[in-house]
């Protein structure tokens, strides 16, 4: 069975770090891409992040390159969301999911954590 379990969230300011994680089991990522999504009040799910299977190519959106890292501690089982100069646009819930294929589009995953709640103030 697998199981990701996210945390990490919470209350920054502008310009602010979080680091959120994600715990994994019944997977591992040679064989498994990860990505971050999130999703704020109103609006759709989008991808912010992934990182590929195998070589952890990675891959982020537009809004966030240059600001987060997405990376894998395979010891750990375990992938991570770097998250620097935090803009009061970043504030949404955010979710880990994994599948075989990268990619920044959630429809193409389907194993998904709980979502951890990010706010940042101005």
């Not at 987060?68 to 501690?73: G, L, R, V």
């Not at 955010?94 to 998904?112: D, K, N």
Request: with cysteine; glycine share 12%; charged share 15%.
């Amino acid at each position: 069975e697998v199981q990701l379990q996210a945390c990490g969230g919470g209350s920054v300011q502008t310009g602010g770090s979080l680091r959120l994680s994600c715990a994994t089991s019944g997977v591992t990522f040679d064989d498994y891409a990860a990505g971050w999504f999130r999703q704020a009040p109103g609006k759709v799910r989008e991808g912010v992040a992934c990182v590929g299977n195998g070589d952890h190519s990675t891959h982020y959106a537009d809004s966030v390159r240059g600001r987060f890292t997405i990376f894998i501690d395979e010891a750990k089982n375990t992938v991570y969301l770097q998250m620097n100069s935090l803009k009061p646009e970043d504030t949404a819930v955010y979710y880990c999911a994994t599948w075989p294929t990268m990619s920044l589009r959630p429809w193409a995953y389907e194993h998904w954590g709980q979502g951890t709640e990010v706010t940042v103030s101005s």
